[in-house]
């Protein structure tokens, strides 16, 4: 008597729907990851931020060489800053007060531009007395400075670049494409924080 023995395998449809499983959880992994990557890079930026606003403070309080520094006559009293504005979302400038005038100059007075890349932009600057919208003023421009030997920022902002105003606070929001913010406080007390927040549109 023969015997047939016979191996089952899997079915199209089988088949097919292990297909369709595997791609929809590689879809689910890709679009996770891709959230992950531009949260980390936002938060990256904001970093850079406040160690760039705290590189500006180094060089105040130290009594940096300004010719050392930013190219110019050598000067151990120069004001040292951080210059952000919206007419450019993409950039903020680390400069030395050469011209001795207390502000912000131009490429001239630059250290450092810092580029902003990945998607991710400045969404929104304020200043006042404290977070909040009856207590920090939408403006466009914020001048961070640091002067020997003062610790302490000495904060600027307003919206023409001639005539800014002193605060004690001022916070500089930044959005990647997906949406998620971060932002970076500013204290005359000296304090710079990073924070993660949520804002359901632009103010």
Known sequence: MSM????????????????????????????????FSEGMTLTNLAYDVALTLREAQSYGINAADAKNVAGSASDFNKTYGVYFTRGNDYRFTLYADLDGDGRYGGATENIRVMNIKQGNRLEYFCAGTAAGVSSCSVVTIIDVRFTRPDPAPKIYA??????????????????????????????????????????????
């Open 158 to 203: 307003g919206t023409v670049a001639n005539a800014l105003t002193l605060y004690p606070y001022a916070e500089i929001r930044m959005k990647s494409l997906n949406g998620s913010y971060r932002r970076v406080v500013v204290r005359s007390s000296g304090q710079i924080s990073v924070e993660e927040t949520q804002f359901t549109q632009s103010r």
């Open 4 to 35: 047939h023995f016979y191996k089952k395998g899997f079915t199209l449809i089988e088949l097919l729907v292990a297909i369709a499983i595997f791609t929809f959880m590689t879809a689910i992994l890709v679009v996770k990851y891709a959230g």
